[in-house]
């Protein structure tokens, strides 16, 4: 799935990634981070004061005198116990409150950017890319990355903090009985290392799963009037079946895979308090450790034990944020082919509607055949051109190179006389209004769909453009008119009056360029007529290209061109075509019944 257009995302380090998208909470971030530290370590003033409390009043050869003499310290102690948990519980609060906000403005920022992202890709990512992936990217993954940031880390940076405090702690105290606890920390490294190689694959496995079951429901959701239709209900279920419990077996093998690293680990967190139990024991007995001082050791044994216990989750957690951010960051730093130049011209907002081909080519980046070759023809503004030819021969192709969906291999594509790679883009496309051939409505009112390119647009002009669409009576006919909402991809509409409304929402935003591909050819022959009327006489000046089948659509045309195998075969007026005899007049004479 890589191209060149979209770099690998393994050149941009993961952690560097998530670092500079904190931007603007960094500081935040970091007093989380400090406030994490901070608590753990306070974490030891309990079994510190315990310790004291011990080996000044209990074990003591003068405890009852200091108990006599020193009650203030006694309360001291005991204030300073209460006071420091009491603080520790404000600042787990606060820490917590940190990294749950950046970590959702972390989400909410990315999950922006990448629609954005994804917006503005151009036709070739949409055909590398399926829906149900990108879902998955935006949604699942994005989740993943912002657990690394609320979850993953903190719980790191707590279990460091916590480990390497008590260890100093432990050494100040007796640094021969810390060494000697230290030693099994090596061997639970190789563990942790080894669970790593093995469990890294298995988060790429399954995130990919996961991607594949969205992507299959998403299909089949969007496309159910053809499972229907072909009454594949069951089959489809049964496929779905099999993914699901393919992502369920996977699921399983993954959070499996610790349980087979959990015994040694937790062989080696339960061999502490024996280690501390024996080894302290004899320098209790040699008088080496204060009874306090084991006190300490062993009422802080499990701080050393418990950040070794959860190596385990922190590690599979942090493979699932490996494979999640390696497909953001590939959708994060992906560019589209078709861009504007930095050096785009400031063209007026309104083109005078001039469209010029001079020996275009084409080809899509998949295809083998040239789908265009050595296409040239003008189109001056205001004049109407009219686009034929067998079904595959390349009109959506050429029409589609106007816009600049895609990039030419030969030639050029003019717009007023200025290549379409020299334009801004943006401003291109505001200036042409495309009907395209598989109408693709908005669940939305049918006023919202009309005025889809100009939101501002108002009410008696929507009834306008639906009447020049030839809609606007059924739209009147509709229970709340203008006000129904229609379903997703225009459900509740008939073929013909989708048509219309697509029709009416490309004419809404006064196009300098109108672009018709086969737009009323499910609308009657009467319907049509009336179209073709309120097309001669739109209140702006526009120039038209369509495409269509029928001659009654096309004979009125300025110029008609016959597009064959991606070559231009014929071009001219009506009259001047059915004088040639050749495909056009074929068409006349199939449509009509009779020789002309
Ligand atoms: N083609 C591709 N990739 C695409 C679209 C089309 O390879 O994304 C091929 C199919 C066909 C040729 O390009 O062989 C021309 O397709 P186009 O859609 O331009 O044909 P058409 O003249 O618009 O056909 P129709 O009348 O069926 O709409
Ligand atoms: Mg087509």
Not at 41 to 46: E, S
Not at 274 to 284: H, R, T
Not at 367 to 391: C, D, Q, R, W
Request: aromatic content about 10%; overall charge neutral; glycine content about 6%.
């Amino acid at each position: 799935m890589e191209n060149n257009s979209l770099p690998s995302s393994t050149r941009h380090s993961r952690v560097k990634w998530v670092w500079t998208n904190l931007k603007g909470r960094r500081a935040f971030y970091c007093l989380g981070i400090m406030g994490s530290i901070t608590f753990n370590v306070m974490q030891l003033t309990i079994p510190f004061f315990v310790a004291k409390l011990i080996d000044t009043f209990i074990d003591n050869e003068n405890a009852a005198y200091n108990l006599e003499h020193n009650r203030q310290l006694f309360y001291i102690y005991l204030a300073a116990m209460v006071g420091l948990t009491l603080i520790r519980t404000v600042i787990v609060y606060g820490t917590g409150m940190i990294f749950e906000s950046v970590s959702q403005w972390f989400l909410y920022k990315i999950r922006n950017f990448l629609y954005d992202k994804v917006q503005r890709q151009d036709m070739n990512f949409y055909s590398t890319f399926r829906t149900g992936d990108l879902m998955t990217r935006m949604t699942g993954d994005l989740d993943a990355v912002r657990h690394m940031i609320a979850w993953v880390i903190k719980t790191i940076i707590e279990s460091v903090a916590l480990y390497t405090a008590t260890m100093v702690y432990f050494f100040f105290m007796d640094w021969l009985l810390a060494s000697i606890l230290l030693v099994i920390s090596p061997l639970i490294f190789i563990v942790i290392l080894q669970f790593r190689k093995d469990v890294g694959p298995k988060h790429a496995l399954l995130r990919e799963k996961l991607s594949g079951l969205n992507t299959d429901a998403q299909e089949n959701i969007s496309g159910n009037r053809v499972v229907k239709a072909f009454a594949r209900e069951k089959y489809e279920i049964e496929k779905f079946d099999k993914g699901n419990s393919e992502y369920s077996e996977t699921n399983q093998t993954t959070a499996l895979t610790w349980l087979k690293y959990y015994p040694a680990i937790e062989t080696f967190a339960n061999l502490m308090p024996i280690i501390l139990l024996v080894v302290g024991g004899i320098f209790i007995i040699d008088g080496r450790l204060s009874t306090g001082q084991f006190a300490a050791f062993s009422g802080l044994i499990w701080a050393i034990a418990n950040p070794m216990r959860s190596l385990g989750s922190i590690m599979n957690e942090f493979q699932r944020f490996k494979a999640a951010s390696a497909k953001i960051m590939e959708i994060y730093y992906s560019e589209p082919k078709i861009k504007d130049d930095p050096k785009a011209l400031d063209l007026p907002d309104r083109f005078k509607g001039r469209v010029e081909f001079k020996n275009v080519s084409f080809k899509y980046e998949d295809g083998k055949l040239p789908v265009l070759e050595n296409i040239s023809f003008t189109v001056e503004p205001g004049e109407t051109l009219a686009i034929m030819g067998e079904t595959g021969c390349g009109k959506t192709s050429l029409i589609h190179l106007i816009p600049r969906f895609y990039e030419v291999t030969g030639g050029q594509v003019l717009v007023d006389g200025h290549d379409v790679r020299q334009m801004k883009l943006h401003q291109l496309r505001k200036n042409i209004g495309l009907a395209t051939q598989d109408v693709l409505l908005y669940s939305d009112t049918i006023d919202g769909n009309i005025a889809y390119g100009d939101e501002h647009l108002p009410k008696n002009e929507v009834v306008k453009f639906a009447r020049y669409s030839a809609a606007s009576d059924f739209i009147a006919k509709m229970p709340e008119g203008y006000d129904t909402i229609i379903g997703e991809r225009g459900v509740g509409l008939s073929g013909g009056q989708k048509q219309r409304i697509s029709l009416a929402r490309a004419l809404a935003i006064r196009p300098s360029i109108l672009i018709l591909d086969d737009t009323t050819s499910a609308v009657d022959m009467e319907t049509e007529k009336e179209i073709q009327e309120s097309l001669k006489h739109l209140d702006f000046p526009c120039t038209k290209i369509i495409i269509a089948q029928r001659i009654s659509t096309t004979k009125n045309a300025d110029k008609i061109m016959v597009l064959q195998n991606g070559h231009i075969t014929e071009m001219g007026t009506h009259e001047e075509l059915v004088k040639k005899r050749g495909y056009y007049w074929s068409l006349v004479s199939l449509q009509t019944g009779e020789e002309v």
